[in-house]
C-alpha cells in the first residue's frame, strides 16, 4: 500500500478556524484517499503537541511499509 504525508485543514464548524494537522494520503485498491481513521484519532487528540503528531504519522507509516 502506498502513502504520502500530508497536510491538512479540518474546520470543526462554521467559523474560520481550523486545525492543520499531518495526515496520511493512501492508495488503496486504485483509489486515493485520507486514512480517515487516524485523522479522527487525531482530531480527537488535537491539543497534543505538533511533535506528537508527526511522530505518530511516523509510526503508522512504518505500519504500511
Known amino acids: 500500500m502506498n502513502y504520502v504525508k500530508v497536510y491538512t ?4 464548524d462554521n467559523s474560520a478556524r481550523y486545525i492543520e494537522l499531518p495526515s496520511l494520503l493512501i492508495e488503496q485498491d486504485g ?14 487528540y488535537s491539543h497534543k503537541s505538533r511533535t506528537w503528531h508527526n511522530k505518530l504519522i511516523q509510526a ?3 505500519l504500511f511499509d
Open 9 to 12: 485543514k479540518t474546520y470543526r
Open 31 to 44: 483509489e486515493t484517499q485520507i486514512f480517515g481513521q487516524l485523522l479522527r484519532y487525531q482530531i480527537k
Open 60 to 62: 503508522v507509516g512504518l
